[in-house]
């Protein structure tokens, strides 16, 4: 059997603080992540979803589980995924360019190769004519689109967005998914997308994983077959509706848990 392009075996993270004391913040996880595919993970605030993807990226050390990436184990490992962090800000001191070809700089390719890439994507993704400027000049959208082609370009497999559209307006937030669909489709990469609205996972995914409350696990996994290409639109139908209306039954109650948590916590 082919193995899967991401598989987390029972990942777990249990953080201490200065003073000794423990939280369990995620686990156990499981996942099976075949190549190519649209996932998102959606869970209440604070239920582990950063923590799980600081551990995938090998930015932090899991406490417990295994990590494969085409059935080899990289626990630890960095450099394997290419990851927009939540608040991935662009460096202001540097043009949408030379952001955008932060990746790639750190891989060690000349500036110059590497502009003579990042250019004709940025034409292409409608930042072309921007490529100067700094990010001070820029809309919170396109600001974005600049740090998700950076984490495009650093070329790896597997990527990792943790709310990378949580900031912005409803409008600008569908031409981005539009946007992220056509990159997606270009670049046939495995992409781990984590929301907290609803409709974006089920609009942009092929499947969902909805997590419970602290120490996040997986509660529930849906497969969205509904089908590609998909169109705005597609939201209000009847088949959309259902999926929607069960993965939210489903998060409600555990975002319940998870407020519950909040306001006992000492
Ligand atoms: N470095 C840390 N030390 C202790 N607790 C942490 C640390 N980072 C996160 N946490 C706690 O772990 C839990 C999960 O955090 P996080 O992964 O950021 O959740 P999410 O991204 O789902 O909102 C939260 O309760 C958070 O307060
Ligand atoms: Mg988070």
Redesign the pocket.
């Known amino acids: 059997m082919d193995a899967y392009k991401l598989e987390l075996e029972s990942v777990g993270?249990t953080?201490?603080?200065a003073d000794g004391k423990t939280?369990p913040?995620?686990g156990p996880v499981e996942m099976k992540i075949p190549d190519h595919r649209f996932i998102s993970i959606v869970?209440?605030?604070?239920?582990?979803?950063?923590?799980?993807?600081?551990i995938i990226s090998g930015l932090l050390d899991s406490s417990e589980g295994a990590i494969y990436v085409d059935g080899r184990r990289v626990d630890g490992l960095t450099g394997i995924t290419g990851y927009m962090l939540?608040k991935d800000l662009l460096l202001p001191w540097r043009t949408i360019l030379d952001n955008v070809i932060l990746g790639l700089e750190i891989q060690g390719v000349p500036r110059r190769q590497a502009k003579e890439r990042a250019l004709p994507l940025l034409a292409k993704y409608g930042l072309g004519g921007f490529e100067h400027q700094y990010p001070a000049q820029l809309s919170g959208g396109m600001k974005q689109r600049a740090a998700l082609l950076r984490t495009i370009l650093y070329d790896r497999e597997i990527i990792l967005l943790?709310e990378p559209f949580g900031a912005l307006d409803a409008q600008t937030r569908t031409m981005m998914q539009e946007w992220l669909l056509d990159l997606w489709d270009d670049f046939q990469k495995t992409i781990l997308f984590?929301t907290h609205d609803m409709d974006e996972a089920i609009y942009l995914s092929d499947e969902v994983y909805i997590?419970t409350a602290?120490p996040?696990t997986i509660k529930r996994h849906l497969t969205i077959d509904l089908p590609r290409p998909r169109k705005p639109q597609i939201v209000t139908s009847e088949p959309f509706m259902k999926l929607k209306e069960e993965a939210l039954k489903t998060l409600s109650e555990e975002t319940m848990k998870a407020y519950a948590q909040e306001t006992t916590a000492g």
Request: charged fraction near 15%; hydrophobic fraction near 30%.
């Open positions: 993270k953080y201490t603080a939280v913040a995620l869970g209440p605030s604070g239920c582990g979803k950063s923590t799980l993807f600081n939540q943790d984590v997590m602290r996040g």
